[in-house]
């Protein structure tokens, strides 16, 4: 298994009070394997630099299911989280053994669904 991101609209009448925006063709979802939940998105280094985001991927709870949902009002946030860790991604690649190209290309696609989401007006969920 791996985790995902997608764009999603909020709706009131959908299951979960969000409808999931299908992706344009050729557009990468991937943020990693499952085991980055606290490997690397959950790491005690990820935690240290600032991220409050993603860390919860490694706090599964009933009521979130393991998924990440980033609400429009605060996808700011979520993209400074992710730009801070792109900054800090040799340090974080160091102390949690992840190769930080494939930590940059996460963070990249994580940053590209925060643009397309902002464009719709919806959030972000990771999965």
């Known amino acids: ?6 764009v999603w609209l909020p709706d009131d009448d959908a299951q979960g009070g969000r409808v999931v925006v299908a992706d344009p063709p ?9 085991s980055f ?3 690397l998105w959950g790491s005690t280094a990820a935690r240290r630099l600032g991220a409050t985001f993603l860390p919860q991927l490694a ?3 009933v009521e979130n299911r393991g998924n990440l949902q980033v609400p ?3 996808l700011d946030a979520f993209d ?10 040799e340090h974080l ?23 397309r989401a902002r464009a719709v007006g919806g959030g972000v969920v990771i999965w």
């Open 1 to 6: 298994m791996s985790l995902d991101i997608s």
């Open 26 to 34: 050729g557009t990468s979802t991937a943020v990693g394997a499952e």
């Open 37 to 39: 939940r606290h490997r």
């Open 59 to 61: 706090d599964i709870t």
């Open 72 to 74: 429009p009002d605060r």
């Open 80 to 89: 400074q989280e992710c730009a801070l860790l792109a900054e800090n991604v």
């Open 93 to 115: 690649s160091a102390t949690t053994g992840h190769d930080a190209d494939r930590i940059l290309r996460y963070l990249t696609t994580m940053r590209h669904a925060v643009e």
